[in-house]
Each structure stands twice: as C-alpha cells, then as structure tokens.
C-alpha cells in the first residue's frame, strides 16, 4: 500500500520532525478529497532543494528579459549565481523597426564590500547605473537587492527614481531580499507586482490581428518558447509577447494590447495573469505545451476562445501535419517506454507537465512533488478561499488592481465563457497535478536528500526527472536521472517535435545504463553511522 511506503520512510524521523512532514508527503486516494500542506518554512537542518526569493525574482522571472540590464544590488556571489545558473537563451532582434539589444551574457553587479555594508551602498549603486548606461544605453535598468541590501536599509527605490530623472532612463526597483518569504516563490510574486504597476500597459503598439496572445509563465528553456512560438504563428495566431523567456521590455510593455494570455508554468506568473485580467479585461486560459496530446488540446482550446471557423480549421491542420512528421518515431519510442516508471520532482510546475509527456509514451508516475508549489498548483485554484495566510505570506505584497479607464475591455460575456466551459474549455483557472494522477502515487512537497534517497529505494522508478542538486546522488545509487530544469542542455522539449527529442534522450539514457554498474565504494563497506532527526 502506497500509505505503508510513506509511513516506512517517514518513520526514521524524530516525533517532531515526522509530524511536520507527514502533512507534505501523501499518497493520491487517501484522502477524500486529498489535501496537502506547502508554501511553509522548510525544516532548519533538513536539506532542502527550495532557492531563496532573490532567485526567484531575479534568477527565473526578470533574469531572461534580454534588452533589460539587471543589476545585482549585492555581494558578488549572488551575482554569480545567477548568472550561470538557469539556461537564458534569446538573441538581439528587431521588430517592426525597433530594436531589442541581449544582455543575457552579461552580469552586472554592485559587489558590495564590507565598507558598503557599513556606510551604505546606494552611493556604488547609482555609480554602477551611471557606468551600465554610459556604456550600454539599455531600454530599461532593474534593480535587484539581495539580503544584506534589506538588513542596512538602502533605498533602492529612490534610486530607480533617481535614475529615471537624471539619467533618463527607465528603471525599476525589486526588494527581493533572499530572505523573503519561504523560497523563490515569494521573488516570482514579487516580481509580478512591479511587471504589472511599471511594465505592462508602458507602451501602446496595438497588435496586428485579431488572434493575438501573450505567452506567460514560459521561459524558454532549451529553446522551448521558441518551439511553441514556432507552432502559434503556423497556425496564426500572433505572439504579442513571452514572459519571460526570450521577452524583452520591448515586446512586455504592449502586452495589455493582446486578446488573451496563455499561461503555461502558473506557479510564477498567476498574479500578472490575474492582474492583467482585472485592469485590462484580459482572459487567461491554462496551457500546457509539454507533452503531444496536451500540445493539442492548448491549440484546439485557443481555436475555441477565438471561435473562429478559419481558425480552427487551420490549427487542426497544423496538428495533423506535426503529428504526421513524429508518427514513426513516436512509435519507436513508444515501443522502447511502454510500461517504465518515472518519478518527479522540480519546481512548482513541470513535474505535473511532464506526467502528460510521459503518459504519450506509456510511462507511468509513481512519485511527483514540487519544491515550493502552493496548494493551488497541487490541488486546483478552487482551494485558494481556503488556504489560511501565516506570517511568511503576509510579508509578501499582495496588490488590488482597477480597471483601466483607458484600456479596460471585454471579449467574451459570460454566457459565451459558459458556453465554452460545455466544451471543456475552462477560463481563468487551473485545475492542479493531484486531477490526472494515477491512485497509490507519492506526491512529496518540499522534499529533501534523505526521503529522495529512500523513496527512490522502495519506489524503484526506472528514472528519476530532477535537477543537478540531486541528480548525481541517484546515479551514483545506480538509477538513471535526467535534469528537467535544464534538460541536461538538450531540448527544446515542447510540442510534437520536443516531444520525439525528450523520447530519443530518455531511450538513450535508459538503453545505457551505465551507472547501475557502478558500485560506490561505501556501498560495500560503511563508511560512517550515526542517527537521524537530532535525537538518540
Ligand atoms: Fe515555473 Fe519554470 Fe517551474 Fe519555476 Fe524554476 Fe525553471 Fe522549474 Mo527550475 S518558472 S515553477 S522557479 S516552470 S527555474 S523554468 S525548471 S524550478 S518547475
């Protein structure tokens, strides 16, 4: 029994220790309907995979706006960091006769000494925006602070101000301290908030067509946003602009002009989603662009908000023809997957996308959780009434938004959402992992190094989807693991032809299971004993 499993691993823990947990590892069918605990504080001491709320700001949400130079108000490490981390791919462009310029390859940063934490560091901050515009004359400047910035107090903000009247250049603040918030999905919030009051609705270049649309929440890993852009204008619809992979603020500043938002990762980008619905009326509808049959869906689903009989016409054609280009290999692959197990664990939205990709190729998901989902992303947006802010939430901005006066509209009333809804199109929301998952499967909130180990070990998936933290830990248990943050630099991953790329790159690492012949050397004779959960 699924709960037995659970209960095996969790029993090592201390009382204490198993009690929190218990509430963040459940077994889909135990509960009626299941519930889960998440977006609270990780246990001090366990060994957590969560990032702090300057990653989530800086690293995932502004870090992929090319033409943006993004300063790191901080300590050099955090620059670093996220720098080289997350795979950024865009290249300098032009648009209808307006340039976008990529910053991507470089890190621009205050490297705060200890002086400046002494005596202040607003003084190195505006010399920093003073040499970045000197030398690249950016569209736009965002400031990012990391810890110590919030503990002495500078004025960031002032200084965008300040920056904006001197220099002339636009530019904005975020107090994304790392220490806000429970992990980087408090910077991906806050990140929304300045995205809505400062960059959307900054310019006022109206679409082309009358099939116009934003890309949230899709940030071009592997070239993944490239693919599903590729895959909208063959059917014609018009991509006004990508949050945030590849986007730039030149593209971001019109996007209250489009008809609708496609949400693909909902974790980060819901509140812009939200927010842009109440001020400018705009709908968003919940894609998903991983996996073949889900691929179709989000265009049918499209087709049917626009309701146009050209279009969708259009779109069926569109699909028939990728999947007729992918039918043989995806039959070969297939054959070669059929009936393995795959867990999954990444941050708070692919490991329920990639449940559908596998499902094309007759994988099964035995073990699925998230870092630092809410509870919304496990069990559907219907739950949001009931999830009881504490503390660490209240600390993060929540912000009301009116109607614009001058941009406010409405496309569809809602006897036609209703409509739409018979049809199996549901507007503004999401429906959550636990919905589609098979009963008995482990769902782990928050998960750490010693539960990763140990489910792995009574699970026995045939492959575990991770990230580089965890990744080499499994294949040196003998177990086969594949990066889903970046792909292990392959991808893209995205739509029919991502989806034969990801099945070739899971054959391959299946088919060559070198690491299960690999014997660690304290797997023979052990190395170190000694006791769990800080108690005897
Ligand atoms: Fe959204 Fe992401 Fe994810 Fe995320 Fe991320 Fe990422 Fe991710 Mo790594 S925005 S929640 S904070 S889909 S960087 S592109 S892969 S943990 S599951």
Redesign the pocket.
């Known amino acids: 029994m699924a709960s037995d499993l659970r209960e095996k691993v969790l029993e090592k823990y201390s009382a204490r220790v198993y009690k929190n947990r218990k509430e963040h590892v459940i077994a889909i069918g135990e509960g009626n309907p299941d519930t889960i605990t998440a977006n609270t504080r990780a246990i001090p001491g366990i060994i957590t995979q969560r990032g702090c709320c300057y990653a989530?700001c800086k690293g995932?949400v502004l870090g992929p706006i090319k033409d943006a130079a993004i300063i790191v108000h901080g300590p050099i490490g955090c620059a670093f960091y996220a720098w080289g981390t997350?795979r950024h791919k865009a290249f300098a462009d032009e648009k209808d006769g307006e340039k976008a310029d990529c910053y991507l390859e470089y890190c621009f940063s205050t490297d705060m000494q200890e002086p400046d934490i002494v005596f202040g560091g607003e003084k190195k901050l505006k010399q920093a925006i003073e040499e970045v515009v000197d030398i690249f004359h950016p569209a736009i400047v965002l400031i990012c602070s990391t810890c110590p910035v919030g503990l002495i107090g500078d004025d960031i903000h002032a200084v965008a101000k300040w920056t904006e009247i001197e220099l002339g250049t636009k530019a904005i603040a975020f107090s994304c301290e790392g220490y806000k918030g429970v992990s980087?999905s408090a910077g991906?919030h806050i990140a929304n908030n300045q995205l809505i009051r400062y960059i959307i609705g900054a310019g006022d270049k109206e679409p082309k067509t009358q099939y116009s649309v934003n890309l949230l929440?899709e940030?071009n890993?592997g070239g993944d946003g490239w693919e599903v852009e590729r895959l909208l204008k063959r059917c014609g619809i018009e991509v006004v602009s990508v949050f945030t992979g590849g986007g730039s603020y030149r593209d971001l500043k019109n996007s209250h002009l489009a008809h609708l938002n496609l949400v693909q990762?909902h974790?980060?980008i819901n509140y812009v989603a939200e927010m842009m619905q109440d001020k400018y009326g705009i709908d968003w509808l919940k894609v998903n662009f991983v996996g073949i049959e889900s691929s179709a869906k989000s265009l049918r689903d499209i087709g049917e908000y626009f309701g146009d009989e050209e279009l969708k016409a259009r779109i069926e054609e569109v699909i028939a023809d990728e999947i007729a280009a992918i039918t043989d290999e995806l039959d070969y692959y297939k054959s070669k997957l059929k009936g393995k197990s795959a867990a999954l664990y990444?941050?708070?939205?692919?490991?329920h996308h990639y449940q559908l990709l596998l499902k094309d190729f007759g994988v099964r998901t035995v073990l699925a959780g998230y870092?630092f989902a809410h509870r919304d992303d496990y069990e559907g947006r219907e739950v949001i009434p009931d999830i009881k802010p504490d503390a660490d939430s209240k600390n993060i901005e929540s912000i009301e938004v009116e109607p614009d006066p001058k941009y406010y509209k409405v496309l569809l009333t809602q006897e036609q959402k209703e409509k739409l809804l018979e049809k199996g199109v549901a507007l503004n929301y999401y429906e959550g992992m636990f919905k589609g998952m098979e009963e008995g499967a482990i769902i782990t909130d928050d998960l750490n190094h010693f539960e990763t180990e140990e489910f792995l070990k009574v699970l026995k998936p045939d492959v575990f989807f991770s990230?580089i933290k965890d990744k080499f830990v499994t294949q040196k248990n003998g177990m086969l693991s594949r990066q889903?943050?970046s792909y292990d630099y392959s991808g893209p991953y995205a739509g029919f032809r991502g989806a034969i790329t990801f099945g070739h790159d899971l054959v391959m690492g299946l088919y060559t299971p070198a690491w299960s012949y690999i014997r660690a050397p304290w797997q023979k004779v052990p190395s170190i004993q000694g006791t769990l959960g800080g108690e005897a």
Do not use: A, M, P
């Open positions: 989530g995932v997350r980087q991906h929440g940030y890993i990762c974790r980060s990444v941050g708070g939205s692919r490991s870092e990230g889903l943050h």
